[in-house]
Nanobody
Framework: QVQLVESGGGLVQPGGSLRLSCVASGFTFSLAAMNWYRQAPGKERELVAFINFDGSITNYADSVKGRFTISKDNAKNMVYLQINSLKPEDTATYYC?????????WGQGTQVTVSS
């Protein structure tokens, strides 16, 4: 079965950085596009970053462009989200997502809290 497990979240001061990781299993990772979403309390889940199957195409939400970088390691079945210049409004639970054979799958999420 498809499994996605995120890690790397934590409490960080404004301006700080984190690298989120997601390990995937149960599908052909090298053929799959991957996404990172986030959901802040009281808000809808939003797509923040996309990467295609081989990492040659990436897209970002306007709110994170220039600060977030998504990458994919097909040899390790890993997808990463490097987040820099963190702001309090980046506080959210971050989720790894894949759509595989017309079904969407989610990890359990990793919490990022930006606060001084």
């Amino acid at each position: 079965q498809v499994q996605l497990v995120e890690s790397g979240g934590g409490l960080v001061q404004p301006g700080g950085s984190l690298r989120l990781s997601c390990v995937a299993s149960g599908f052909t990772f090298s053929l799959a596009a991957m996404n990172w979403y986030r959901q802040a309390p009281g808000k809808e889940r939003e797509l923040v970053a996309f990467i295609n199957f081989d990492g040659s195409i990436t897209n970002y939400a306007d709110s994170v462009k220039g600060r977030f970088t998504i990458s994919k390691d097909n040899a390790k079945n890993m997808v990463y989200l490097q987040i820099n210049s963190l702001k309090p409004e980046d506080t959210a639970t971050y989720y790894c997502n894949v759509r595989w054979r017309a079904v969407g799958y989610w990890g359990q999420g990793t919490q990022v809290t930006v606060s001084s």
